[in-house]
């Protein structure tokens, strides 16, 4: 029987992946919600277009319905990678212990602002700019933390 730890830590690893995929966020809920948004009009763009003919350099007289319907199931794996992760994510974050450092994660990561800009508007509810990164990396480290517990990494790793 193999037994795992009921709160596993984090390693540096997978710390560093969760700060990357943090930063990844925004432009992956933007995609998510254009294709969302446009999925049927992509779908006609690639069969009409050039783009299902270039998908094999190689062969110029392709068919190209049948290479728009690998594009388009391609570009619906991409949706659906980008929503496992977005998803995770926002279940991390919202698992965040500490009140100031969810806060911190959602301004600075999920809303999408600079770390000059979180640090200007935290400033006033939990202090300098080194108090506000040092609870942005405790809550990115937290986030790790339940992203293993999760299995996320495990899923990750395939990809």
Same mark, same amino acid.
């Given at each position: 029987?193999? %037994?795992?730890?009921?709160?596993?830590?984090?390693?540096? %690893?997978?710390?560093? !992946?969760?700060?990357?995929?943090?930063?990844?966020?925004?432009?992956?809920?933007?995609?998510?919600?254009?294709?969302?948004?446009?999925?049927?009009?992509?779908? %006609?763009?690639?069969?009409?277009?050039?783009?299902?003919?270039?998908?094999?350099?190689?062969?110029?007289?392709?068919?190209?319905?049948?290479?728009?319907?690998?594009?388009?199931?391609?570009?619906?794996?991409?949706?659906?990678?980008?929503?496992?992760?977005? !998803?995770?994510?926002?279940?991390?974050?919202?698992?965040?212990?500490?009140?100031?450092?969810?806060?911190?994660?959602?301004? !600075?990561?999920?809303?999408?602002?600079?770390?000059?800009?979180?640090?200007?508007?935290?400033?006033?509810?939990?202090?300098?700019?080194?108090?506000? !990164?040092?609870?942005?990396?405790?809550?990115?480290?937290?986030?790790?933390?339940?992203?293993?517990?999760?299995?996320?990494?495990?899923?990750?790793?395939?990809?």
């Amino acid at each position: 029987m193999v %037994q795992s730890e009921l709160f596993p830590i984090a390693n540096k %690893q997978e710390i560093e !992946r969760t700060r990357f995929w943090l930063e990844k966020y925004t432009h992956m809920v933007s995609l998510m919600s254009d294709f969302e948004q446009n999925e049927k009009a992509m779908q %006609q763009v690639a069969i009409d277009g050039e783009v299902a003919r270039r998908i094999d350099q190689e062969d110029l007289h392709a068919d190209k319905t049948a290479n728009a319907a690998v594009l388009l199931e391609k570009q619906r794996w991409v949706y659906e990678q980008y929503s496992y992760y977005t !998803r995770h994510l926002q279940r991390a974050a919202a698992l965040i212990q500490d009140i100031d450092e969810r806060v911190a994660i959602d301004y !600075r990561y999920m809303e999408g602002h600079s770390f000059k800009e979180t640090a200007l508007y935290l400033r006033r509810s939990i202090g300098d700019a080194s108090t506000v !990164r040092r609870k942005i990396n405790k809550g990115i480290e937290s986030m790790a933390n339940t992203l293993k517990l999760l299995g996320f990494f495990e899923h990750d790793d395939k990809f």
